[in-house]
């Protein structure tokens, strides 16, 4: 069956069984592998993308249930000749990006966290990354760059001027 999605601000159609995980199409059929897949249940968040203002898990999401709102991947968080997102910049500066794996996902998870809180403690940041699992060396340098990325973030004074 076709279905026409909008992933990344472009137009896009597949030719997929509707059961078809979101992450399947974006990794194997619109090429977007910085989606990674861990473990294909959900429970380690590597996948996670945005669906309109929410992050999802990709692997458990059926592309028939994508359709209706847009999708943003890690390769969609920036412009591709643009500067990283503050989260992404952040990442990098504190030492979060470990093996990679999870990577996209905290970034994704983060990145959609930040949107709608804009001056979060410690705890909270964790809270927000309940979902994610880095089997790394842990979460301090992760929570570090989100706390980061949101005191770099303009307010929304700066944001009217």
């Known amino acids: 069956m076709n279905y026409r999605l909008t992933v990344n601000g472009r137009a896009a159609e597949v030719d997929v069984p509707g059961g078809t995980p979101l992450s399947d199409v974006l990794r194997d059929h619109l090429h977007l592998r910085g989606t990674k897949v861990s ?12 669906l309109g203002d929410r992050a999802v898990a990709s692997c458990l999401l ?3 249930l994508a359709e209706a709102e847009p999708v943003t991947t890690v390769e969609g968080l920036s412009a591709p000749d643009g500067p990283l ?6 990442m990098v500066s504190c030492h979060g990006v470990q093996c990679g794996a999870c990577t996209p996902g905290m970034v994704m998870t983060l990145s959609t966290f930040l949107d709608t809180t804009a001056d979060p403690d410690a705890g909270q940041v964790r809270e927000a990354l309940t979902g994610n699992l880095c089997r790394c060396t842990g979460y301090h340098t992760i929570v ?6 949101a005191a770099a973030a303009p307010t929304p004074r700066e944001d009217r001027l």
């Not at 997102?85 to 952040?90: K, L, R, S, T």
């Not at 570090?144 to 990325?149: I, K, V």
């Open 144 to 149: 570090d760059a989100a706390l980061t990325a």
């Open 85 to 90: 997102h503050p989260v992404q910049e952040a």
């Open 62 to 64: 059926p592309v028939a």
């Open 39 to 50: 473990c294909g249940t959900g429970r380690c968040g590597s996948c996670t993308v945005r």
